[in-house]
């Protein structure tokens, strides 16, 4: 693992790189601390949430306790009071782990378990006293939980899924075997991956991967366009993560000789639009692989256009693997004809059709089985398969707004908007944003429709949510558009949306939106 320049000095920490054999004894040390200290036994204690960011001891803690059959809930940083209270209560954690006295204190008065800091653990001790076999005697199985992770869902508050050993694994095979463009190098590589480790993409994907590979990861903070090439540079890194926004942020940067001073092979991500897709290449001498999965499917099921043809800029996501069995579905379940875009449905084409999946969704049995609904898992995904049998994607069934690779669940924005007073109803719904993919659009209707009053709500939403669930946008409205059983029709809804930005009615509130720290 590396830690560049940039990353480090953010995070207030020298800069490093730390050996496998070094990051055992780490890891051994922290797994004797929970037996000793914590008493953090196999049983006893199910679920520990970590707010780590993407530090290096956020990995240390996670294979720790994933040694004690222990299963983690990584914390977004960006989360606020709601949501920290609802994952901790849903997750039923038992115990906290933070970085500092300071979050400390913060998460002591919202959690209802101990909350402890990585300063209270005694991982830099003499390593020549510690015995590595101890990190080595996971007492978990295939099937044992390692990781609970949250993805916002479609009619409430995000879901926990819950994602076995054997998924990560899984996962980490599949990325080691995909070959094409994406032939990995063991032992060689450098993963470099601005992506958080609260998402699939970098905990399973990126970290497993290298870690089955003998290569390096290379966590960054977050994504810093101005800083990305000298730290690809620094880390002299092979493989780049992405997601649609970082492209459109790095071809708006002034041409540099750096451009394509780097040793990167491919990159692998989602989200690019046609004509970027094809720039970006050009520009920068780099193959930007494109690839569909998802928290719920992990890689096991994963299509990736590693190979040609890629069909560059015609949002492909390349041909179906072998041991992947799909259906494309019209709204009422019967098979769409070749061409045409329908939801897609998947599952593994082998006597265990879940391998590799997630385990379900954490008490809430009900919406596990209506994703699994007919046998296939269905993903909301609108798809269409081309005439040499190659995957395209088109849109999303579900409402989740994707904002800068962020899904953000409409309802939990509501619920949130709702709480000011003043406010009679409130629509959630996604308007297009050239940058970030996705922007969150509020119609709302309330006692005052004044600008003062728009930003009132953003300070109530940014006080209580990620910021970037904030509403980008506020437009107050009469009424909203409803069904005849009075929910919010939600197509109308994005309609309205549209007419209205730019509008008088319409209040630009993206300014107030900033990642905090």
């Not at 494109?290 to 015609?314: D, F, L, N, Q, Y």
């Not at 904030?470 to 929910?487: D, H, M, R």
Request: charged residues 20%; glycine residues 8%; aromatic residues 8%.
């Amino acid at each position: 693992m590396q830690m560049v320049s940039d990353t480090a000095s953010r995070y207030g920490v020298a800069a490093s790189t730390v050996s496998y054999a070094d990051a055992l004894s780490t890891i051994s040390r922290a797994v004797q601390h929970y037996e000793e200290r914590l008493e953090l036994k196999p049983g006893v204690v199910t679920r520990v949430a970590v707010g780590l960011d993407n530090r290096p001891e956020f990995f240390y803690h996670w294979l720790a306790l994933n040694a004690l059959g222990v299963s983690v809930v990584p914390l977004n940083p960006q989360w606020q009071s709601a949501e920290l209270e609802y994952v901790l209560s849903h997750s039923e954690a038992s115990l906290v782990v933070v970085l500092d006295s300071t979050a400390q204190a913060a998460l002591a008065s919202i959690a209802t378990c101990p909350v402890v800091s990585v300063t209270d653990f005694d991982t830099n001790g003499d390593k020549g006293k510690t015995d590595n076999r101890v990190a080595l005697n996971s007492v978990g199985r295939m099937e044992t939980e390692c990781a609970l992770l949250y993805t916002s869902g479609t009619t409430g508050k995000p879901k926990g899924c819950m994602l076995s050993n054997e998924y990560f694994l899984a996962t980490g095979e599949w990325y080691q075997n995909v070959g094409g463009y994406c032939q990995l190098q063991p032992g060689e590589d450098r993963l470099i991956s601005p992506l958080p480790m609260y998402h699939m993409n970098a905990m399973a994907a990126s970290t497993m991967a290298m870690i089955l590979t003998g290569s390096c990861i290379v966590p960054i903070d977050r994504f810093h366009p101005a800083s990305w090439w000298d730290s690809v540079a620094e880390c002299d890194a092979t493989i780049m993560h992405y997601l649609g926004v970082m492209p459109a942020m790095l071809m708006s940067l002034d041409k540099s000789p750096r451009d394509q001073r780097h040793n990167l092979r491919f990159g692998f991500g989602a989200g690019l639009s046609g004509e970027l897709h094809t720039a970006f290449e050009s520009r920068f001498n780099v193959r930007l692989i494109e690839a569909w999965a998802m928290t719920e499917t992990g890689c096991t099921v994963a299509i990736i256009a590693s190979e040609e043809p890629r069909k560059v800029g015609t949002a492909c996501f390349g041909r179906p693997p072998d041991h992947l069995d799909f259906r494309l579905v019209d709204d009422a379940g019967r098979d769409v004809a070749q061409g045409c875009p329908g939801e897609l449905l998947v599952r593994r084409a082998s006597p265990s059709p879940r391998y590799g999946f997630f385990s379900g969704y954490l008490k809430d049995e009900q919406a596990t089985q209506a994703a699994w609904e007919g046998g296939y898992f269905h993903t909301g995904d609108l798809v269409y398969v081309d005439d040499d049998g190659l995957m395209h994607f088109v849109d999303r069934k579900k409402n989740v707004i994707r904002r800068s690779g962020e899904n953000i669940s409409a309802v939990e924005v509501e619920e949130v908007i709702m709480e000011v007073g003043g406010v009679q109803a409130v629509g959630i719904t996604s308007i297009a944003d050239e940058i970030r993919g996705e922007e969150v659009f509020a119609c709302i209707v309330a006692t005052d429709a004044s600008d003062a009053f728009a930003q009132a709500i953003t300070d109530h939403c940014l006080g209580r949510l990620a910021y970037y669930k904030a509403p980008g946008y506020i437009a107050f409205v009469g009424k909203l558009p409803l069904t005849a059983t009075e929910k919010v029709q939600r197509s109308e809804l994005k309609t309205l949306a549209c007419e209205l930005v730019g509008g008088r009615q319409c209040v630009d509130l993206r300014g107030k939106k900033k990642r905090r720290g």
